[in-house]
C-alpha cells in the first residue's frame, strides 16, 4: 500500500562543475514504496543528481534527506551504513567477471555488515541467492555455477536485478534498466522490477531513456532539462503532457523548443 511521507526528501540542490551549473535547485519528494522516474536528455544531469541522492557526490548547496536524516549530516560511518542499505541495479549490469553468479547476487550478504544483521554463513547466502535468482526467473541449478560472460544481456540484467534485492533493501535505484536489451527483454525486465519491488514494498529511483519503460515502471515521473525539474506528474500523464519539452523528449521530435548540441 503507498504511504504518505517522504522516503526521500530532496530541497534546493544544485551543483556546478566550474561555469556549468548541472543541477539548479532540485525539489524533489519520493514517497515510501513507491516508483520514482527521472528521464531527460544526454547531459541534463541525471547521473550527477543520482550520485548526490547515493552520497557519492556532494552538492554545492541544498539537502537530501533519507527518512527524515540529512545525509550529508551523516557521520561517514552511518553515511556507508546507509549506502550499503541501498540495492542498485546499474546500465551494464555491472557484475563481478571473477565470481560465479550465485556469489555475484549473494556479494552483500556475504560482504554487508547491514546493522541488526548478522554476517550469514555460505550455505544460507547461497540459499537466499537460489531463491531470489528463481524469483527473476533465472533457473538457479543450471546458471548458479555459471559466470557472468557465460550468460546473454539480457540474464545479467536479470542477475543484476536479483543481486539488487537480494539484501531486500529499503531503496533501490535503477540506472538506465533496459539499455541494450531488445524490446521484448525491456519489458520482460521491467515487469520482474515492479514485480519485485512490490513484493518488497521498496522505495525506487529510476533514470531512463526509455519512455515505455519509464510508464511500466513509475509511479511518478519528473523530467530534467538543463539541471532544472522541469515537469513532475504521474506516470500515466507523461504522454500527454502539454508541456513543450516533455511532449518533444517523449515523441522524439526534431521539432521543438529542446535543441540539440551537435558538437559536445
Ligand atoms: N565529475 C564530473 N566532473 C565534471 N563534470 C561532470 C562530472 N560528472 C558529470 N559532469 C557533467 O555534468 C553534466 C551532466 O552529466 P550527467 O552524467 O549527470 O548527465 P546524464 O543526464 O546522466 O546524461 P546521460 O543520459 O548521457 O548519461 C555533463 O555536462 C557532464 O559533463
Not at 65 to 74: P, Q, R, Y
Not at 97 to 115: Q, T, Y
Not at 226 to 233: M, P, S, V
Amino acid at each position: 500500500m503507498t504511504k504518505t511521507y517522504p522516503k526521500i526528501r530532496i530541497r534546493n540542490l544544485s551543483k556546478s562543475f566550474g561555469s556549468n551549473h548541472v543541477l539548479r535547485n532540485i525539489n524533489m519528494d519520493v514517497m515510501e514504496g513507491t516508483s520514482f522516474v527521472i528521464i531527460g536528455g544526454s547531459g541534463s544531469g541525471k547521473s550527477v543528481l543520482l550520485r548526490c541522492i547515493l552520497g557519492l557526490m556532494t552538492p554545492d548547496s541544498g539537502t537530501i534527506e533519507i527518512d527524515g536524516k540529512n545525509i550529508f549530516e551523516l557521520p561517514y560511518s552511518e553515511q556507508a551504513e546507509k549506502l550499503q542499505e541501498m540495492g542498485m541495479l546499474f546500465q551494464n549490469s555491472a557484475l563481478f567477471d571473477s565470481l560465479p553468479i550465485w556469489e555475484n547476487v549473494a556479494f552483500a550478504l556475504l560482504n554487508g555488515h547491514r546493522k541488526n544483521q548478522p554476517r550469514i554463513s555460505r550455505a544460507r547466502a547461497r540459499e537466499r541467492a537460489n531463491r531470489v535468482l528463481e524469483l527473476v526467473g533465472l533457473d538457479a541449478d543450471n546458471i548458479g555455477d555459471l559466470y557472468p560472460s557465460e550468460l546473454s544481456g539480457g540474464m545479467q540484467k536479470r542477475v543484476g536485478l536479483a543481486r539488487a534485492i537480494a539484501s531486500k533493501p529499503e531503496i533501490i535505484f535503477f540506472d538506465e534498466p533496459t539499455t541494450g536489451l531488445d524490446p521484448i527483454m525491456g519489458a520482460i525486465i521491467d515487469n520482474l522490477i515492479v514485480d519485485c519491488v512490490k513484493k518488497l514494498g521498496s522505495t525506487t529511483i529510476a533514470i531512463t531513456h526509455d519512455m515505455a519503460s519509464a510508464q511500466r515502471i513509475g509511479d511518478q515521473v519528473a523530467m530534467l532539462y538543463k539541471g532544472e525539474l522541469i515537469w513532475q506528474g504521474e506516470a500515466g500523464e507523461l504522454m500527454q503532457s502539454e508541456n513543450p519539452y516533455v511532449h518533444q523528449f517523449t515523441h522524439g521530435l526534431y521539432a521543438g523548443p529542446i535543441k540539440m548540441e551537435m558538437k559536445v
